[in-house]
């Protein structure tokens, strides 16, 4: 005769496994194309963050947890709107992120598609959320949540020096990324995934910055990178085995499948 509690029990985790995971992701928004997440709200230039947990590693000290809740803004404000590509480009789930491009390609990629590159406000906003929280997903660094705790590998730096055969295979030798996506818990308030760790974005700088693109996020051997902390120490050409980006563009000027929408006054000549 079968056990009741055992049968219970077996019947528990089979429910338990069967239930579908609640999606972190809002959703498309009829402003946006379906590929792409709209990102409202207020960014501050400066946000603070008490730091209880720091942890030295052999150059730096990093931090690993923040006290949950407490963000001091400050400096300057700016009201954002824009719809952001949900996934590092080429913007599909299950993708391999691009890597080995520079911010001019970068640029050059996304307005051949309608759309433009992020700006450093726009891509700390989305990754920070309404609570403008210092991790993307929250207040302390979880190795599991993204693709971001893989051994750092040595590189020969040589090879980067000339673009040819050698340093596509030294750029394969070093990839330690994952599909767009892959992790679903590596996900923003606005439903960006994997702003931390996989691939360093290259977005458009604020006006104070030497370059006019620097890049955000960290990559796939930096756990402990957030939403702020940008690398603003490479000029446009720089290509590496670890720099990707993703496309923005103003909400209410592309179609759900990203086509292009008439401007009023295109319309008016109709």
């Not at 077996?10 to 990102?39: E, F, H, W």
């Not at 209880?52 to 690993?64: E, M, N």
């Not at 590509?85 to 309608?114: H, I, L, W």
């Not at 690398?231 to 086509?259: I, M, Q, S, W």
């Amino acid at each position: 005769m079968l056990d009741p509690l055992a049968a219970f029990i077996a019947l528990s985790l089979y429910l338990a496994d069967a239930a579908p995971t609640q999606s972190l992701d809002p959703g498309p928004d009829p402003a946006c194309p379906n590929d792409m997440r709209l990102v409202v709200g207020t960014h501050y230039d400066e946000v603070q963050h008490l730091c209880v947990d720091p942890q030295k590693d052999t150059k730096d000290t990093h931090c690993f947890k923040y006290f949950d809740g407490v963000t001091a803004m400050e400096g300057a404000t700016s009201e954002i709107r824009v719809c952001m590509d949900q996934f590092e480009a080429p913007n599909k789930r299950g993708a391999k992120p691009f890597v080995m491009k520079s911010y001019k390609t970068a640029k050059s990629y996304c307005e051949a598609r309608n759309r433009r590159m992020c700006t450093e406000q726009e891509w700390e906003l989305a990754c920070e959320g309404p609570e403008f929280r210092p991790l993307a997903y929250g207040w302390a660094v979880d190795k599991k949540r993204c693709n971001s705790d893989k051994k750092w590998m040595a590189v020969d730096w040589d090879k980067f020096k000339v673009d040819d055969e050698d340093t596509r295979k030294e750029a394969e030798r070093l990839w330690q990324g994952t599909p767009s996506g892959r992790f679903e818990s590596c996900v923003s308030t606005f439903g960006i995934y994997d702003m931390m760790g996989n691939v360093e974005e290259w977005v458009t700088t604020r006006k104070s910055r030497r370059f006019p693109g620097a890049l955000m996020g960290g990559f796939w051997a930096k756990p402990w990178t957030g939403c702020r902390g940008t690398n603003d120490a490479h000029e446009p050409g720089f290509v590496f085995y670890e720099t990707g980006f993703r496309c923005c563009a103003v909400p209410g000027t592309l179609d759900a499948d990203g086509k292009k929408l008439p401007r009023n006054e295109d319309k008016q000549s109709q």
